[in-house]
T-cell receptor, first 115, second 111 residues
């Protein structure tokens, strides 16, 4: 049983659609993350929120838009995606951001397919 | 040099075998190290943290060599259920990247 839940588990959408991925953590953590995992590639960090504030990091196309309304919830809003955006999108949380010896806990992921 | 580098495998071993995975990291300032396990089409799950003195958890032993910037994972008495991809993960202690993940090493334990 995971302390981080993601919905939906699977999503198929056209390139012109708008959809949102949702993540909720029940661990009382202060930091939340979105990752992208494509076949044969390492996990790519997309966004980080620490205490509900977005931390600037890797540049991500503007067709991905994160939202963190509170410390327990994280959204990833999607619009006009491209076929190469098909991947597994993983949400994770950790007690604090950039603290040593703190692992991250992952949700089940949303498997996204762009038609 | 890649930030975190692992042999992708696959490692195909019989049940009961001992198997070792290696991982190297490029940033000497890295301060925390982990091994995660990821089953097919599932999320990564923390297997164990890696401590400077080395640590053991049942059949699993992790070692860290800071001088060589090298981490290892040893699995003894392999079980079929150990089949998965093992991810080497490093906290680089620089910039705004909390953790850097290797591509993973795939293990298949065969009956």
């Amino acid at each position: 049983e995971t302390g981080v839940t993601q919905t939906p588990r699977h999503l198929v959408m056209g390139m012109t659609n708008k959809k949102s991925l949702k993540c909720e953590q029940h661990l009382g953590h202060n930091a939340m993350y979105w990752y992208k995992q494509s076949a044969k590639k390492p996990l790519e960090l997309m966004f980080v929120y620490s205490l509900e504030e977005r931390v600037e990091n890797n540049s991500v196309p503007s067709r991905f838009s994160p939202e963190c309304p509170n410390s327990s919830h994280l959204f990833l809003h999607l619009h006009t995606l491209q076929p190469e955006d098909s991947a597994l999108y993983l949400c994770a949380s950790s007690q604090d951001f950039l603290a040593a010896n703190q692992p991250q806990h992952f949700g089940d992921g949303t498997r996204l397919s762009i038609l | 040099r890649k930030e975190v580098e692992q042999d992708p495998g696959p490692f195909n071993v019989p049940e009961g075998a001992t198997v070792a995975f290696n991982c190297t990291y490029s940033n000497s300032a890295s301060q925390s190290f982990f091994w995660y396990r990821q089953d097919c089409r599932k999320e990564p799950k923390l297997l164990m943290s890696v401590y400077s003195s080395g640590n053991e958890d049942g059949r699993f032993t992790a070692q860290l060599n800071r001088a060589s910037q090298y981490i290892s994972l040893l699995i003894r008495d392999s079980k079929l259920s150990d089949s998965a991809t093992y991810l080497c993960v490093v906290n680089p202690n620089s910039g705004n990247t909390p953790l850097v993940f290797g591509k993973g090493t795939r293990l298949s334990v065969i009956a």
